[in-house]
């Protein structure tokens, strides 16, 4: 009987040693998820994932000392996998809203968009009031749906998956317009002409790293590593490549 006790509380001292030596392996990966389909903030390029966001994230779990684990999800599963304990944070040019951080926290602000309009080049869009009535697409998952719900109820509203499907849309004339964040309609912009943003910005936001209200020492550590690398030049250095002629 001794020794079967004995012999059942070494192998729970094992087991709470292992629990132990993977719990301090966890911590030292951050799980971001992200929705790679908005160039240049996020997108996959033969085969791995690149862009602003991506780069921006490695730099600041740099500055941590850490290592991301990536996962890619639909941007509408964002905020929920963070809910859900699959993920520590979300990183994918998500907008600070009221409504999003009463069920995440943020990181302070580390860019700054907006909500734009991209349409063909001499077509009948020449300023946001023109929206009424036409046909504009927006990604589901995203503040455009409702924003254009609450603010623009005369706009024919069609919603897709991904923000490569909008462009699409208004490029064989199924959308007259494609409302998405500044970044992303300025680089198709420049990269497909016939294409044009409008000046007027429907929104002017800024975006932040979603992370788990159960995890408030992440969010921290991650403002703290995103003013280590404004301060020594990195985060300049990520600005300069990829919006440098694309603002």
Do not use: C
Not at 3 to 18: K, P
Not at 48 to 60: C, Q, S, W
Not at 108 to 124: E, I, M
Not at 177 to 186: F, L, M, N, Q, S
């Amino acid at each position: 009987m001794k020794f079967s006790q004995t012999f059942r509380i070494t192998l729970l001292a094992l087991a709470l040693g292992g629990a132990s030596a993977a719990s301090q392996a966890a911590s030292d990966t951050i799980r971001v998820v992200t929705d790679p389909t908005f160039p240049p903030m996020e997108m996959t390029v033969d085969g791995k994932r690149t862009g602003f966001d991506i780069e921006l994230t490695e730099a600041l779990a740099q500055a941590m000392g850490k290592k991301i684990a990536w996962t890619d999800i639909d941007f509408k599963g964002l905020i929920p996998a963070v809910l859900s304990g699959r993920a520590d944070a979300a990183m994918s040019a998500i907008y600070i809203t009221d409504a999003r951080k009463q069920a995440v926290d943020f990181t302070d602000p580390y860019y700054a968009g907006g909500l734009v309009v991209l349409t063909k080049s001499g077509g009948p869009i020449k300023t946001l009031k023109d929206l009424d009535g036409r046909r504009v697409t927006v990604q589901v998952g995203t503040k455009s749906v409702n924003y254009m719900q609450q603010h623009y109820p005369k706009v024919q509203r069609v919603e897709v998956e991904k923000n490569q499907e909008m462009f699409n849309l208004v490029d064989i004339g199924r959308a007259d317009a494609a409302v998405t964040g500044k970044p992303a309609a300025k680089l198709f912009a420049q990269q497909n002409p016939g294409f044009t943003v409008l000046d007027e910005q429907i929104t002017t936001e800024e975006y932040g790293i979603a992370v788990s209200k159960n995890e408030p020492g992440l969010t921290k550590d991650l403002n703290q590593a995103l003013k280590t690398i404004q301060a020594n030049g990195v985060y300049q250095r990520l600005v300069d490549k990829w919006f440098e002629g694309k603002k």
